[in-house]
């Protein structure tokens, strides 16, 4: 169990004894059974390992879920090598999926399945527009959106009525990855970034929104050229411009004056691309993107800005410090208000204890009566929140 425990988080012998401060002898003594860690030591473990102590004690390594399917990485990063944050991320969000299926059974029956699908081989656009719907999500929406952040909250918020889960990764860096996918029905999960800016897990949401109508799950970045299987490429690419069509709808784009104003393919100025890219709540290279798909601009002029942006990119995630966040929002920001609305739903009707919420949200109780209050009374047709 103790090899078990070390490997599935990540960790050679070497980096986790130093972790929790013994000799690596001394760890490779305990997993071949020639001593034993003090309760204290296995509490260091556990909390190196991102385990319950409890699972110390399993008479063999659980089944764990399949590794998913890597398709991307920022340029720099090593294809198939997973870090321990990345890992653990990827187990809690399976773990949370799980447990909210629980849940919403328990609190109000059988939870909504997200039924729109798609071929690699449909027309984005059209895919686009039919997410739109579903979702409730009209072009005009985003002139009431006053920023970034604004916009990704509206996404989420619509994607989680719809039925998917979607949950914010907090301790992997960026460029490892953007955001991932579990496709199981019903209440499908995406999980993305806090570390990205807004306007990117906006895109990464509905990158993987794709995937999810595709049944492709992947490690999700925005780097159509890293090498990989022709297949793999092909849903990428599809990805990628269902998910920018999404948050720019063609039609629109080019009914913009300052599209309209310039016919043909043109280079932009920085200042023009970050005007429209703000309109629209994304990035820059999202909206130059669309102007090239669009015919608007051409491939070199595009293939020129993007480089440079990925590079500023990546010196901003370098430098990026995080800003401090109270308890109560950070519990709703990693786990969704859906996921949230479950198990305060599930507190007030007696099926979970108070020790379950602390858990289930990683909070301290004292933090519970402000938590209700972000959430403002939302509602459950099996229960309330208020």
Same mark, same amino acid.
Not at 4 to 27: C, H, M, N, T, Y
Not at 361 to 378: F, S
């Given at each position: ?27 490779e003594d ?129 994607? !989680?009525?719809?039925? &998917?889960? /979607? %949950? ?5 860096? $960026? ?7 579990? *496709? ?6 995406i999980v ?38 022709? !297949?793999?490429?092909? &849903?990428? /690419? %599809? ?5 920018? $069509? ?7 784009? *080019? ?127 099996g229960g309330?929140?208020?």
């Open positions: 169990m103790l090899t078990w425990a070390r490997e599935s988080a990540g960790f050679d012998v070497q980096v986790a004894a130093k972790k929790i401060q013994v000799r690596p002898e001394s760890l305990w997993e071949r059974g020639q001593s034993r860690p003090t309760v204290k030591q296995l509490r260091n473990l556990a909390r190196a390992y991102k385990r319950p102590l409890a699972a110390f004690y399993l008479p063999e390594p659980p089944k764990e879920f399949k590794p998913m399917h890597d398709f991307r990485r920022l340029p720099g990063q090593v294809a198939g090598v997973q870090s321990p944050d990345l890992r653990y991320e990827i187990r809690q969000a399976h773990n949370r999926r799980d447990l909210a299926l629980d849940l919403y059974q328990a609190v109000e029956g059988t939870p909504p399945r997200f039924g729109l699908t798609a071929r690699p081989s449909d027309e984005p656009e059209q895919v686009a527009a039919a997410i739109r719907r579903a979702l409730g999500i009209r072009a005009e929406d985003r002139v009431r959106w006053r920023h970034e952040y604004d916009a990704f909250n509206h996404w989420r918020n619509a994607l !989680e009525e719809a039925g &998917v889960l /979607v %949950f914010q990764a907090t301790t992997v860096e $960026a460029p490892e990855m953007r955001g991932f996918s579990i *496709l199981d029905q019903p209440l499908p999960a993305v970034n806090i570390k990205d800016p807004p306007a990117a897990r906006s895109f990464s949401m509905a990158h993987e929104l794709c995937h999810i109508m595709l049944s492709e799950a992947g490690l999700c970045d925005l780097d159509e050229e890293a090498p990989r299987p022709k !297949e793999d490429q092909r &849903v990428e /690419v %599809f990805c990628n411009m269902v998910a920018g $069509a999404s948050l720019v709808p063609r039609d629109v784009l *080019l009914e913009e004056a300052a599209v309209r104003g310039k016919p043909g393919r043109q280079e932009w100025s920085d200042d023009e691309i970050h005007k429209l890219a703000g309109r629209y709540r994304v990035s820059p290279e999202v909206l130059l993107r669309r102007l090239l798909i669009c015919g608007r601009t051409t491939e070199g002029f595009y293939q020129a800005k993007r480089g440079e942006w990925q590079e500023k990119y990546l010196r901003s995630a370098e430098r990026r410090e995080p800003g401090f966040v109270p308890p109560y929002d950070m519990a709703i920001y990693r786990a969704g208000r859906l996921f949230v609305r479950l198990v305060l739903a599930s507190y007030y009707q007696d099926t979970i204890t108070a020790s379950d919420v602390s858990d289930y949200l990683e909070i301290r109780l004292k933090h519970l009566h402000r938590i209700e209050g972000a959430m403002g009374g939302e509602k459950l047709r309330t929140t208020s």
